[in-house]
């Protein structure tokens, strides 16, 4: 069973920034291309970022290009999404997922961008 675990959300005004976490105990996520994806309230899920397995190629949804930058630490097992720039409809819960597969993700982490 894939276990991915978020963290790292919270308040943050408009323009600020957060840095999102994921840790993978017992999913060895560095043989996976790994994704973020976010789902505001009342809308579906959204792709945000991907990253494939060598840390060396990265995609990003058009609406956050230059403001998230995904990273991942592959000894630690450790996904990351650092964003800057934080707008209003930012707002959503993120989560960490297997690219291509999304139902293997966690729990989520609650970012709310507001002033």
């Known amino acids: 069973e894939v276990q991915l675990v978020e963290s790292g959300g919270g308040l943050v005004q408009p323009g600020g920034s957060l840095r999102l976490s994921c840790a993978a105990p017992g999913f060895t996520a560095s043989n996976y291309a790994m994704s973020w994806v976010r789902q505001a309230p009342g809308k579906g899920l959204e792709w945000v970022s991907t990253?494939?397995?060598?840390?060396?190629?990265?995609n990003y949804a058009d609406s956050v290009k230059g403001r998230f930058t995904i990273s991942r630490d592959n000894a630690k097992n450790t996904l990351f999404l650092e964003m800057n720039s934080l707008k209003p409809e930012d707002t959503a819960v993120y989560y960490c997922?297997?690219?291509?597969?999304?139902?293997?993700r966690g729990q989520g982490t609650q970012v709310t961008v507001s002033s």
């Open positions: 990253i494939n397995r060598g840390d060396n190629g990265r």
């Open positions: 997922a297997q690219a291509g597969d999304w139902s293997k």
